[in-house]
């Protein structure tokens, strides 16, 4: 998941109060929260969403910076995780959905689906996905 953690940095409102959130490699990714809680589950669903768009509008999604001392880290919800690596693995292997769907066997709107980061594709049709371009999925747990 060091691939879809993110560092946030967490600035107090003095006008508002709270927390405004910023990513500094997602700059389009920004939320606020009342508490730190607060505002860091905020951020896990906007850097979701920002993600979302990275994949809808065939960007590069952008590689997480280290980790520095005054920030904290943020994942990416596992499914958008998964979808995001399917692609940057279409990416890397400058293939089409249809080739995707060629290479698993199955109907092109199918493969489009595992893509889309709006449709609810269950894990294992990710992995699988995953597969068919050369990687494999591996948990890790702190």
Do not use: W
């Not at 880290?73 to 293939?95: F, G, N, T």
């Amino acid at each position: 998941m060091e691939r879809f953690s993110f560092p946030v940095t967490l600035t107090p409102d003095k006008d508002d109060g709270g927390f405004v959130v910023t990513f500094r490699d997602v700059p389009e990714a920004i939320t606020q929260g009342d508490t730190v809680d607060e505002a860091l589950s905020e951020a896990a669903d906007c850097l979701e969403e920002a993600i979302a768009a990275y994949i809808a509008n065939e960007k590069d999604i952008p590689v997480p910076s280290k980790l520095e001392r005054e920030e904290k880290l943020v994942h990416l919800p596992l499914q958008m995780a998964m979808k995001a690596a399917v692609h940057i693995a279409i990416r890397e292997a400058a293939i089409t959905k249809s080739e995707l769907a060629r290479r698993m066997n199955i109907d092109e709107k199918e493969a489009r689906r595992i893509v889309d980061p709006h449709y609810n594709t269950k894990l294992p049709k990710i992995e699988k996905a995953l597969h068919a371009l050369g990687r494999h999925v591996e948990l890790r747990m702190f």
